[in-house]
């Protein structure tokens, strides 16, 4: 009989989600008349329509293939040319980065490749997350064995937990000591904060000191309003030298049904062998891509390039404009209602202080019961997300206003 791999069996049984399941599913049998009037603001997945750009560029893909002189078969794994230098001309040459084409790999989502990106890193690495935290980074460490159990808390043995903050603007203090890789996501989910240039200078110097490697996940940084923020890991100098860099057009394009993401791999990124000896990331990343995966379909990344194009950056923008326009409307609604608000100026998240002494689960109960409104228990997150919950800005404008009344209806 087969082994298994029993890094498995060390994951929580995935908490969040299946448990907000349960309690809203509860709910909906308890109360069969209050549960028409269910909105849901929990799990953050875009709601608005794919841009017409977007949609256009596709069907004349799909015609493309649907004519044997035009029709395509495998493209290269990597990324077809036409979008990799889409990518690095508007993406970074625009704005003055330097990222070549030939250092972007097209995949079919960020949630993938951040997983995957462990394959490539040896055992042994010193792996730094923040809590609370995106749980996929976490729970692809348990599966490559790079953990030992968690604890009651839920947190794993061997990970080097990095606590946000309000006192820290919820992006975390420098490490004391040295970490071989560290995951940063900014603007962040769950908590809607964005890191500031000095912070990230700060983080790029230590990284550089240390050896170590930063994952920076930007999928949120479109929605970046802040001319000051910075939308790349790569705008801070040195930093080619130190991170990789994962974006992906789920949240910007409405691509999280359509599967389109991105990684970029600086050439002259080095990691060590055992023996001491340096040698660049680069090639290491290219041989898993090819090897394990087959490219993109043409269909989809003719769209992702779409978003590149006049128009499409146009529809781009105008639903951002949307979903941030929805976030102003629940952060005033939070304010109002007397609750501390994080988030949700630059990120389509907010990340809302439960009045005190209330837990983050029983906040969900309490606008389950009382709103009928699904939010996320910031608990699920990791323990620093105890006494936070989180709204999602992706839906329509007008669930959001009356997502907003009923939040300043609630009863304190
Ligand atoms: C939504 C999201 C992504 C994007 O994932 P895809 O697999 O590209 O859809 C990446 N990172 C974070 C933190 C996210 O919330």
């Known amino acids: 009989m087969a082994y298994l791999n029993e890094n498995y069996l060390k994951l929580k049984a995935g908490y969040l989600f299946p448990e907000i399941a349960r309690r809203v599913k509860a709910f909906t049998e308890a109360n069969p008349e209050a549960a028409k009037r269910l909105i849901r603001c929990g799990i953050g997945d875009v709601t608005e329509a794919l841009p017409e750009a977007v949609r256009a560029a596709m069907h004349k893909a799909v015609d493309e293939m649907g004519d044997r002189s035009s029709f395509r078969g495998y493209g290269p794994e990597q990324g077809y040319d036409f979008l990799r230098n889409a990518i690095a001309n508007n993406d970074y040459k625009a704005r003055g980065i330097q990222v070549d084409a030939d250092e972007i790999f097209i995949s079919d989502g960020s949630k993938c490749d951040t997983g995957n990106i462990l394959d490539i890193f040896g055992c042994g690495n010193k792996i730094a997350i923040t809590d609370p935290v995106y749980p996929v980074y976490v729970d692809t460490n348990v599966m490559a064995g790079n953990t030992g159990e968690a604890d009651d808390a839920g947190a794993y043995a061997g990970l080097h937990y990095l606590k946000c903050t309000p006192e820290n603007g919820f992006v975390p203090e420098i490490p004391s000591e040295p970490v071989d890789l560290v995951y940063l996501c900014y603007p962040n989910n769950p908590t809607g904060a964005t890191a500031t240039r000095a912070q990230l200078e700060a983080w790029v110097k230590y990284a550089k000191a240390n050896g170590t490697i930063i994952l920076y996940d930007a999928a949120y940084e479109a929605f970046i309003q802040d001319p000051e923020v910075p939308r790349s890991i790569f705008e801070i100098e040195g930093a080619r030298d130190c991170a990789i860099e994962f974006r992906s057009f789920s949240k910007n394009g409405g691509f999280t049904g359509v599967r389109c993401a991105i990684v970029v791999i600086p050439k002259g990124l080095m990691g060590k062998k055992k023996d001491g000896t340096t040698m660049a990331v680069h090639p290491l990343w290219s041989r898993r891509h090819s090897t394990k995966f087959n490219g993109v379909s043409y269909i989809v990344q003719r769209g992702a390039e779409a978003i590149y194009s006049e128009e499409g950056k146009a529809q781009v923008a105008a639903l951002i404009e949307h979903y941030m326009g929805n976030a102003k409307l629940l952060v005033e609604a939070c304010k109002n209602a007397g609750l501390q608000v994080f988030g949700g100026v630059n990120a389509p998240y907010v990340w809302v202080g439960c ?47 009356e997502v907003c009344k009923r939040i300043a209806a609630l009863q304190a």
């Open 355 to 401: 009045p005190a002494g209330v837990t983050s689960w029983q906040m969900f109960d309490k606008m389950l019961n009382e709103a009928n409104v699904v939010i996320t228990p910031g608990s699920g997150f990791g323990s620093a997300g105890e006494g936070f919950f989180r709204i999602s800005a992706f839906n329509s404008r007008a669930n959001v206003e």
